[in-house]
């Protein structure tokens, strides 16, 4: 099973909201991502998280905030996002083996829209 | 700082054709993939070449990487329509779990 869901599949927000995107895998990985991709744009790296503990932000403003409450699940919370926000959002998984790392296994993606 | 570049950007193509997507990176690595990514869909995972020399067949895909000449190529033979999409090379950190990704070769296959 290499298979990563995320929910949901669409967002429609104001920019005074607050949401949740949600991402849950279970194949035993133990790093998350998040990635932001704009259309005809390739992904771009946002978070990582490797055994539940946050080892990569890429410099991501403050209005998007992780979380990885086990080692199968990953939030973003997002808070007074902005119409440039509006992206496709995409998680992935893989394992961390101590000195590299595997495949990334993508999700489906929320497509989000910030009015 | 990893730099990916990817050549054609755009490739349109007749079906039975072969052609080749060429990735171009800038920094030593030898963990180098490839995803296709159909419109409005997710990233799926085609082939991870781990070595140099690697080639990796599936299909009418064949992927190969030569990490002396940092360049990985994509080969599509006898193209059909269901290979339209966007290809993305991602290339990774010598340790690490950073990616950074092409720009993406959008590929239309026309009958």
């Known amino acids: 099973d290499t298979e990563v869901t995320q929910t949901p599949k669409h967002l429609v927000m104001g920019m005074t909201n607050k949401k949740s995107l949600k991402c849950e895998q279970h194949?035993?990985?133990?790093?998350m991502y998040w990635y932001k991709q704009k259309a005809k744009k390739p992904p771009e790296l946002m978070f990582v998280?490797?055994?539940?503990?946050?080892?990569i932000n890429e410099s991501v403003p403050s209005r998007f905030s992780p979380e990885c409450p086990n080692s199968s699940l990953l939030n973003l919370h997002l808070h007074a996002l902005q119409p440039e926000d509006s992206a496709l959002y995409l998680c992935?998984?893989?394992?961390?083996?101590?000195?590299?790392?595997?495949?990334?296994?993508f999700g489906p993606g929320t497509r989000l829209l910030v009015l | 700082e990893l730099k990916v570049e990817q050549n054609p950007l755009f490739l349109s193509m007749q079906e039975g054709k072969n052609y080749t997507i060429y990735c171009n990176y800038s920094?030593?690595?030898?963990?180098l993939y490839w995803y296709r990514q159909d419109p409005g869909k997710s990233l799926e995972s085609l082939f991870v070449?781990?070595?140099?020399?690697a080639v990796k067949q599936e299909g009418r895909l064949m992927a190969s990487l030569d990490t002396k000449a940092r360049l990985s190529t994509l080969h599509i033979t006898a193209a059909v329509h269901d290979l339209s999409a966007t290809y993305f090379c991602?290339?990774?950190?010598?340790?690490?779990?950073?990616?950074?990704f092409g720009e993406g070769t959008q590929l239309t296959v026309n009958p």
């Open positions: 992935a998984s893989s394992q961390d083996r101590t000195g590299g790392w595997e495949t990334q296994y």
């Open positions: 194949m035993g990985h133990r790093a």
């Open positions: 998280y490797s055994y539940e503990k946050l080892s």
């Open positions: 920094t030593t690595s030898d963990r």
């Open positions: 070449l781990l070595s140099n020399g």
């Open positions: 991602a290339v990774g950190e010598t340790s690490g779990s950073r990616l950074t």
